[in-house]
């Protein structure tokens, strides 16, 4: 189930944590994938991982804080590898500010890269997906999204605006058998989360009803359901994979 052959994926943010997972696992089911990131030299070390694992990957440099060069950027594919069935944007950053110190700067950053960033991306793929009448796009979102967090109101905001992105899209891409849907992670086990003090984490872990934080391949196999033909019937919707933090 959940086979990905002959289908050619791109992931964003994938150097590291649940974009990596994401990458590897959709490799693991048969896609192509191109693993894109502004550091090329980590993008090389996940690309040789999936190849040595007998998948395809290719690594592509790709900067969402300048999201009017995104064209120009995925202009850089070779020809046999610009055919894109799969995207999961799932790139995003934080610039952490209680919302009366939050500077007009770190609002800015952080919906360009985060929203427009992923807006770029999908308008740049989404014609092809709509020519050849198959098409998944993902967007990796929050539960913060969902339900706000204090201190992260620029980044609550993104994460909302791409489950909005999601659902028009999918009224839009429907009828051309393009689904459009949402992944919203809670706590996960990633960077960032790793410097997070004992205590931190356990106040976290009681508001989860499984009790722990979830593991980027928790995520990931989310990610290759929404992607699969299995789910060809499913659009507009958001897959909340936070352990129960948020029902």
Known sequence: MFRLDGKTALVTGASQGIGEAVARRLAGQGARVIVAARGLARLEEV???????????????LDLSRP???????????????????????????????????SLEQWEEV??????????????????????????????????????????????????GLIGLAKSLAHELGGRNVTANVVAPGFVETAMTGDLDEKTRQKLSEAILLRRFGAVDDVAAAVVYLASEEAGYVTGEVLNVSGGMYV
């Open 47 to 61: 690309a040789a991982a999936i190849r040595a694992g007998g998948g395809e990957a290719l690594p592509l440099p």
């Open 111 to 160: 919906l360009r890269v985060n929203l427009t960033g992923a807006y770029a991306v999908t308008r740049e793929l989404v014609r092809g997906m709509m020519r050849r009448r198959w098409g998944r796009i993902v967007f990796v979102s929050s539960v913060v999204g969902l339900m706000g967090n204090a201190g992260q109101a620029n980044y609550a905001a993104s994460k909302a």
């Open 68 to 102: 009017a060069a995104v064209g120009e950027q995925l202009a850089a594919l070779p020809e046999d590898w610009k055919a894109i069935d799969v995207v999961v944007n799932n790139a995003g950053i934080t610039r952490d500010a209680l919302f009366a110190r939050m």
